[in-house]
Structure formats: structure tokens, C-alpha cells
């Protein structure tokens, strides 16, 4: 799998929420992960009926792609689609961001990727560093 475009990468990451397992939120997220030399990682949201246990599509992309022996990554894109109903999570203001988990887990092993937040249509919302969605980091570097 392969984007060149923002826009490209968007929509893998709508295609990926297609797969979510959220009986519980309705909340739809897809995320498509890019690595340094093109390939693309995608991962949905995984709800578990004992709530903590839940897994961000942004995991289930960053997971996959590092058992598969990838270090160097660009990109990543970050879909969410409230479904079934009044909408619990679908104000995104435009663009969906990462919670604060996956920040600090796309920061310790993907650094300072861009990171493009969806709008709810499926299009290029907002654009950051991830520098800058989670500032004075901690790690081990
Ligand atoms: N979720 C994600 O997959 N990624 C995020 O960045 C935010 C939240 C999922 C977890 C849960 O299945 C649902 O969205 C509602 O929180």
C-alpha cells in the first residue's frame, strides 16, 4: 500500500475505519501510517467490552508496522466517523487528533512525523508536527 498525496493518505486511513471494532463508542477511526520509504501501515480502533483494554487505530497501524521490522516513518494520517446516531466524538473541530497515548507513542518510536487530523468527510482537516501536538516530551533519547 502506497499514498503520495496528503489526501491519498486520508483516505486509507477512511478505508481503514471500514474495519473498526467499535460496538461500544460507534466511533469509527482509521489511521494509514507511512514509513520513510513509502510503505503504508493502517490500523482501526479495537473496543474490548472491558473498556481500558480498547486499542486506537493509530496503535494498531504504529504495532504492525514495527513487527514488521520498520523503524523510519514520515507520515501518518488519523480518520474518525461517528456513527449510529447522535454524534459523541465527531466534533473534531475539522481535523481529528491523536489522543494522548498514541502522541506519546508515535513520538517514541515514529519522532517528529507530520500528522494529518481528517475532517469528518474524509478530506485533509488540519496539519501538524508531532512536535506540536505534544510539546517537552518525555523520552529516552
Ligand atoms: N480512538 C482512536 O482510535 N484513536 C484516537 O486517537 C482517539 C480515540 C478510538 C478509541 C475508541 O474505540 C473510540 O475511538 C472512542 O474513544
Known amino acids: 500500500m502506497a499514498a503520495t498525496t496528503d489526501e491519498e493518505l486520508v483516505a486509507l486511513a477512511v478505508e481503514a475505519s471500514k474495519n473498526a471494532v467499535a460496538h461500544h463508542s460507534n466511533f469509527h ?3 494509514a ?3 520513510a520509504d513509502g510503505t503504508v501501515y493502517t490500523g482501526c ?3 474490548s467490552d472491558s473498556f481500558g483494554l480498547t486499542i486506537c487505530a493509530e496503535r494498531v497501524a ?3 508496522a514495527l ?3 520498520e523503524r ?3 507520515r501518518i494520517a488519523v480518520f ?3 456513527l449510529g446516531g447522535a454524534g459523541r466524538f465527531g466534533g473534531n473541530s475539522g481535523g481529528l487528533g491523536p489522543c494522548g497515548a498514541c502522541r506519546q507513542l508515535l513520538w517514541e518510536h515514529c519522532g517528529d512525523v507530520k500528522v494529518i487530523g481528517a475532517t469528518a468527510e474524509g ?3 488540519k496539519v501538524w508536527r508531532l512536535a506540536q501536538l505534544l510539546p517537552d516530551a518525555f523520552d529516552s533519547r
Open 29 to 31: 477511526v482509521g489511521a
Open 33 to 35: 501510517l507511512e514509513t
Open 45 to 47: 480502533n479495537v473496543e
Open 62 to 64: 504504529l504495532t504492525k
Open 67 to 69: 513487527s514488521e521490522g
Open 72 to 74: 523510519e516513518f514520515s
Open 80 to 82: 474518525g466517523e461517528q
Open 123 to 125: 478530506g485533509v482537516g
